[in-house]
């Protein structure tokens, strides 16, 4: 890796940092909450996704993204691209905690993306699952996270929605609201 690429992959590092830590600032998660990511490092290069995996570039996003989760007690599913059916990799110990399936597929960089593959090489004892309900997630290049998360989705504004080249969307889940105009609501549930 030359001297350029090292300090572009620094700064990558730090503007993942600085998503989460927005993210985290504003997204009501409580320790022990699932937070699903979609990765796709040919967004973060400035390509079209699916075109250019970068598997250092997944490792970098990654690893930056993962600390400072786990420093917050904030479980993590990292979802894979399309060719994985969006299959999700995730620590063994959650799968079983949150109740998932585990379905037996090991992500490469060009079947299951270079984000998620990161994943699996960083995780203790890392397992896929095919579906889950996340308390809130962040999506990196348009990887269309959504239908990893719980019903009811709200938006997470950040100040600096972007990695690299690839666009940011971050969201949240609340309770569903139920009983209509004479309902009273619990605003801790926000």
């Given at each position: 890796m030359s001297g350029?690429?090292?300090?572009?992959?620094?700064?990558i590092k730090e503007e993942a940092k600085r998503v989460v830590t927005e993210f985290l600032e504003q997204a009501k998660l409580k320790k022990?909450?699932?937070?699903v990511i979609g990765c796709s490092t040919s967004e973060v290069t400035g390509?079209?996704?699916g075109?250019?995996?970068?598997?250092?570039?997944?490792?970098?996003?990654?690893?930056?993204?993962?600390?400072?989760?786990?420093?917050?007690?904030?479980?993590?599913?990292?979802?894979c691209c399309e060719h994985l059916n969006r299959a999700l990799i995730m620590t063994e110990a959650d799968a079983e905690?949150?109740?998932y399936e585990i379905v037996n597929v090991v992500p490469q960089p060009k079947a299951g993306?270079?984000?998620?593959?990161?994943?699996?090489?960083?995780?203790?004892?890392?397992?896929?699952?095919?579906r889950i309900q996340a308390h809130a997630g962040i999506d990196i290049g348009d990887t269309l996270i959504g239908m990893h998360l719980r019903p009811v989705a709200v938006p997470v504004r950040i100040e600096h929605p972007v990695?690299?080249?690839?666009?940011?969307?971050?969201?949240?889940t609340r309770a569903?609201?139920?009983?209509?105009?004479?309902?009273f609501y619990n605003d801790d549930l926000e």
């Open positions: 350029c690429e090292k300090a572009n992959y620094e700064k022990g909450n699932l937070v390509q079209q996704i075109s250019y995996s970068n598997a250092e570039l997944g490792e970098a996003v990654f690893v930056a993204m993962y600390e400072e989760l786990n420093r917050a007690g904030v479980a993590v599913a990292a979802q905690r949150f109740g993306g270079s984000f998620s593959t990161a994943a699996w090489r960083y995780m203790d004892h890392p397992v896929a699952v095919e990695i690299g080249g690839a666009h940011i969307v971050c969201a949240r569903k609201y139920i009983g209509g105009g004479r309902a």
